[in-house]
C-alpha cells in the first residue's frame, strides 16, 4: 500500500508573494491593480486580527503614524487649491500595505514571501517578452511600454526589487536563470537603471556563494576589488565600452547623454529643492505635483518638497536600519546596495507600486531577520545576534 503523498499548502506568505508579483499582469485590466491592492490589505489585516493576542510590529506602527503626520501636514499645505481625493487614498493605502506586509512577513516565512515574489515576476518577464515579440505592446521611438500601456519604469523598478528578493531566497543557478527574463525585458523597457540593478545583483550573489565563509572585512574588500576590477576590465576595452554604451543608450538621440545630466533629472531635483525652500516648515502638501508641475524624480526630494522638515521622519527607520543591516549583516546590506540606485533615479516615492513599498519593507526589517548564518541563509530565519523585533500587543 503506498503512503499518501504530503503536499503542502502555501501558507499566507506564499500568496502573498505571489498576488505582489502579479501585480503587473493587473494592469492589463482598468482598475485591476486596485483590486489587488484591496486583495492584499484585506488579507494581510485579517491576518493580523485574527491573532489572539493581536499584536503589531513597532515598526510598522512607527511608518503608520508617520503616514497619519503626512496625512495632517498635506491639509496644511499652500497647494490644497490642487486637492485630489486618490492623493489621500494613495497614501492610506500605501500606510495600510506598508503595516500589513511588515507584521505579516516575518523571520520565519519572508523566505517564502521572497522566492514566491521572484518566481512569480520571471513569469510576468516571459509574458511581457512573449507580448513585445508578439506585436502586442506599444512603443516610444523603440522603447516599449510595459503592461496596460504604462510607464517603462514601472517595469524596471518591480524586476529590480524582485531580483533582489530572488537573490535571498534561491541559490545562484536558478536565480541566474531566473533573472534572464527580467533582464531581457529591462532592456525592451530600456530600463537602464533595473538593467544595471540587475545584473550587479547577479554578480554579488555569485560572488557571496561562492565565497560563502570569509569574514566581514574580507567581504567587503574583495566587493570592492570586485567592482574596481569591473571597472578596470571594460573601461579600457573598446568593445566591452561600446557594449555597455548599448546597453546604456548613451548614444541614442532619444535617450542618451546628449538628452541632459541623468537625462533631465537635475532640472528636477532643482526644482524640488527650490519648493522645499520655500516652505521648509510644512512643506506644500500632496498636491504638489500634478500635470502641470513635474514631478521630483527623487524620493527625499519628494519628501522635504511636500512635507517639509516633518518629510526627514520618513527616513528615520530606513536610515537607522541600514546602519543596523551593515553591521549585522554585511552580505544582505551589499546586496540591497544597487536596488537603492532607484532611490535617487526612479520618480517614487510613498507609491503603492512593488517599488518602493517593497524596498522599505525589506531595508527596515532584513536586521531583525538576520540572513546569514556560517554565510548561508538560515532557513529559519533567525536573528543573527539575538535580535528580537520589538512588538507591541493590543487588547481585543
Same mark, same amino acid.
Given at each position: 500500500?503506498?503512503?499518501?503523498?504530503?503536499?503542502?499548502?502555501? $501558507?499566507?506568505?506564499?500568496?502573498?508573494?505571489?498576488?505582489? @508579483?502579479?501585480?503587473?499582469?493587473?494592469?492589463?485590466?482598468? +482598475? $485591476?491593480?486596485?483590486?489587488?491592492?484591496?486583495?492584499?490589505?484585506?488579507?494581510?489585516?485579517?491576518?493580523?486580527?485574527?491573532?489572539?493576542?493581536?499584536?503589531?510590529?513597532?515598526n510598522s506602527v512607527i511608518m503608520l503614524c508617520v503616514g497619519a503626520i503626512f496625512f495632517t501636514i498635506s491639509m496644511l499645505g499652500?497647494? /490644497?487649491?490642487?486637492?485630489?481625493?486618490?492623493?489621500?487614498?494613495?497614501?492610506?493605502?500605501?500606510?495600510?500595505?506598508? !503595516?500589513?506586509?511588515?507584521?505579516?512577513?516575518?523571520?520565519?516565512?519572508?523566505?517564502?514571501?521572497?522566492?514566491?515574489?521572484?518566481?512569480? &515576476?520571471?513569469?510576468?518577464?516571459?509574458?511581457?517578452?512573449?507580448?513585445?515579440?508578439? $506585436?502586442?505592446?506599444?512603443?516610444?521611438?523603440?522603447?516599449?511600454?510595459f503592461f496596460g500601456d504604462s510607464h517603462p519604469n514601472l517595469g524596471g523598478e518591480i524586476y529590480a526589487i524582485a531580483s533582489f528578493?530572488?537573490?535571498?531566497?534561491?541559490?545562484?543557478?536558478?536565480?541566474?536563470?531566473?533573472?534572464?527574463?527580467?533582464?531581457? %525585458?529591462?532592456?525592451?523597457?530600456?530600463?537602464?537603471?533595473?538593467?544595471?540593478?540587475?545584473? &550587479?545583483?547577479?554578480?554579488?550573489?555569485?560572488?557571496?556563494?561562492?565565497?560563502?565563509?570569509?569574514?566581514?572585512?574580507?567581504?567587503?574588500?574583495? &566587493?570592492?576589488?570586485?567592482?574596481?576590477?569591473?571597472?578596470?576590465?571594460?573601461?579600457?576595452?573598446?568593445w566591452a565600452f561600446r557594449l555597455v554604451g548599448q546597453v546604456l543608450l548613451t548614444e541614442d538621440s532619444h535617450r542618451g547623454a546628449?538628452? $541632459?545630466?541623468? &537625462?533631465?533629472?537635475?532640472?528636477?531635483? %532643482?526644482? %524640488?529643492?527650490?519648493?522645499?525652500?520655500?516652505?521648509?516648515?510644512?512643506?506644500?502638501?500632496?498636491?504638489?505635483?500634478?500635470?502641470?508641475?513635474?514631478?521630483?524624480?527623487?524620493?527625499?526630494?519628494?519628501? *522635504?518638497?511636500? /512635507?517639509?522638515?516633518?518629510?526627514?521622519? /520618513?527616513?528615520?527607520?530606513?536610515?537607522?536600519?541600514? !546602519?543596523?543591516?551593515?553591521?549585522?549583516?554585511?552580505?544582505? /546590506?551589499?546586496?540591497?546596495?544597487?536596488?537603492?540606485?532607484?532611490?535617487?533615479?526612479?520618480?517614487?516615492?510613498?507609491?503603492?507600486?512593488?517599488?518602493?513599498?517593497?524596498?522599505?519593507?525589506?531595508?527596515?526589517? *532584513?536586521?531583525? !531577520? +538576520?540572513? %546569514?548564518?556560517? @554565510?548561508?541563509?538560515?532557513?529559519? @530565519?533567525?536573528?543573527?545576534? @539575538?535580535?528580537?523585533?520589538?512588538?507591541?500587543?493590543?487588547?481585543?
Open positions: 500500500m503506498k503512503a499518501a503523498m504530503h503536499i503542502r499548502k502555501p $501558507g499566507i506568505a506564499t500568496v502573498l508573494g505571489f498576488t505582489w @508579483g502579479i501585480i503587473p499582469m493587473s494592469y492589463l485590466i482598468p +482598475g $485591476g491593480h486596485l483590486v489587488i491592492h484591496l486583495v492584499n490589505i484585506g488579507m494581510c489585516l485579517t491576518h493580523i486580527f485574527l491573532r489572539k493576542p493581536v499584536t503589531a510590529n513597532l499652500d497647494s /490644497f487649491g490642487n486637492f485630489s481625493a486618490m492623493n489621500y487614498v494613495s497614501l492610506v493605502a500605501f500606510s495600510l500595505n506598508l !503595516f500589513g506586509v511588515m507584521n505579516v512577513i516575518n523571520g520565519q516565512n519572508y523566505l517564502d514571501f521572497s522566492k514566491s515574489l521572484f518566481e512569480t &515576476s520571471a513569469l510576468t518577464a516571459i509574458a511581457y517578452i512573449l507580448m513585445v515579440e508578439s $506585436g502586442m505592446m506599444g512603443n516610444h521611438y523603440g522603447r516599449f511600454y528578493a530572488g537573490a535571498l531566497a534561491i541559490r545562484k543557478s536558478t536565480f541566474v536563470l531566473f533573472c534572464v527574463p527580467m533582464i531581457a %525585458a529591462t532592456l525592451y523597457l530600456q530600463s537602464r537603471t533595473g538593467t544595471v540593478i540587475i545584473f &550587479s545583483t547577479i554578480v554579488l550573489k555569485i560572488f557571496f556563494e561562492t565565497n560563502a565563509s570569509v569574514t566581514k572585512k574580507s567581504l567587503l574588500l574583495g &566587493s570592492i576589488a570586485l567592482v574596481v576590477g569591473l571597472a578596470i576590465a571594460i573601461l579600457p576595452s573598446d546628449s538628452t $541632459g545630466y541623468v &537625462s533631465g533629472r537635475d532640472t528636477q531635483w %532643482a526644482q %524640488a529643492w527650490q519648493f522645499f525652500l520655500e516652505k521648509p516648515i510644512t512643506g506644500w502638501g500632496m498636491g504638489l505635483y500634478s500635470d502641470d508641475v513635474r514631478g521630483a524624480h527623487n524620493p527625499v526630494l519628494y519628501s *522635504l518638497s511636500m /512635507f517639509g522638515v516633518f518629510g526627514v521622519l /520618513f527616513w528615520v527607520l530606513p536610515v537607522t536600519s541600514a !546602519f543596523k543591516l551593515a553591521k549585522n549583516n554585511l552580505r544582505e /546590506f551589499l546586496l540591497i546596495t544597487p536596488v537603492s540606485l532607484m532611490l535617487v533615479l526612479n520618480d517614487r516615492f510613498m507609491d503603492n507600486n512593488t517599488f518602493p513599498l517593497l524596498y522599505y519593507f525589506y531595508l527596515i526589517q *532584513l536586521p531583525y !531577520f +538576520g540572513l %546569514a548564518r556560517a @554565510g548561508r541563509i538560515s532557513p529559519k @530565519g533567525k536573528d543573527l545576534r @539575538g535580535i528580537r523585533l520589538p512588538r507591541i500587543r493590543f487588547s481585543v
